[in-house]
């Protein structure tokens, strides 16, 4: 699986003078604001600081009739790949870090719509990011905990990360199923995918069976043609 590198120019422009302000700074990490880190846990914080890997999901409504993953009682319905370590960065630098992207203590009159959850992966624990367009808004959760903050002022760039990410989706399928340790949910080796394939085949097998050998058995080409019979 190829790493995702979102590089475009919307959120290069929108970044360029953070860029210039921390050239100075260079390899220094930015600290997460005390409100968002206060609200969350260490347990959490570390999680998103210290990641070794994020995964990329696509977050939905869920639906009555789901029966799939879910986190918080909505629908996970897509894999959108490994984030690089520039994105991650950047989303940690942009709207973690920065006082001018969140509204504490300020309530906006509009739904929730849960776009993408970025997973972020430390060793065997994990903290998800889930983030909500046009609503902008992002969430932490970590052990049954949901810390949620309102990011109005960063809605350009929320807009930026979340559009070409939900342009990447794969169906999400249980880790467990696939046996996978990590969260990644796609099959990725011969073995997973024909798990896959038993997974989704038609319960009646035979009725595929018989399907199968009816089209075997059917005539080709001009014998396809039902002439009719003379009387």
Not at 35 to 57: P, R, T, W
């Amino acid at each position: 699986m190829k790493k995702i590198t979102i590089l475009f120019f919307c959120f290069c422009v929108l970044l360029i003078n953070n860029v210039k302000a921390q050239s100075s700074a260079e390899g220094v990490k930015p600290e997460i604001l005390d409100e968002i880190s206060s609200a969350i846990g260490q347990a959490a914080l570390m999680n998103v600081k210290e990641a070794e890997q994020v995964f990329c999901y696509h977050v939905a409504e869920r639906p009555d009739n789901y029966v799939g993953y879910t986190l918080d009682g909505m629908a996970i319905v897509g894999f959108c790949g490994v984030v690089s370590d520039e994105l991650k960065n950047m989303v940690i630098t942009e709207l973690f870090s920065n006082q001018e992207r969140v509204l504490f203590d300020v309530t906006e009159n509009c739904v929730i719509r849960p776009q993408v959850m970025l997973r972020f992966v430390r060793g065997v624990d994990y903290t998800d990011v889930l983030f909500s367009s046009p609503c902008h808004a992002f969430a932490f959760f970590y052990g049954g905990k949901v810390s949620a903050f309102n990011a109005k002022p960063a809605a350009p760039i929320i807009d930026a990360l979340v559009k070409p990410l939900t342009q990447n989706k794969i169906d999400f399928a249980s880790p467990a199923l696939l046996k996978q340790l990590l969260p990644i949910g796609i099959a990725q080796t011969d073995n997973q995918k024909e798990i896959l394939e038993q997974k989704n085949a038609p319960i009646r097998k035979w009725v595929e069976n018989k399907t199968k050998q009816e089209e075997k058995n059917a005539p080709k080409g001009w014998n396809r043609l039902n002439k009719g019979r003379r009387k």
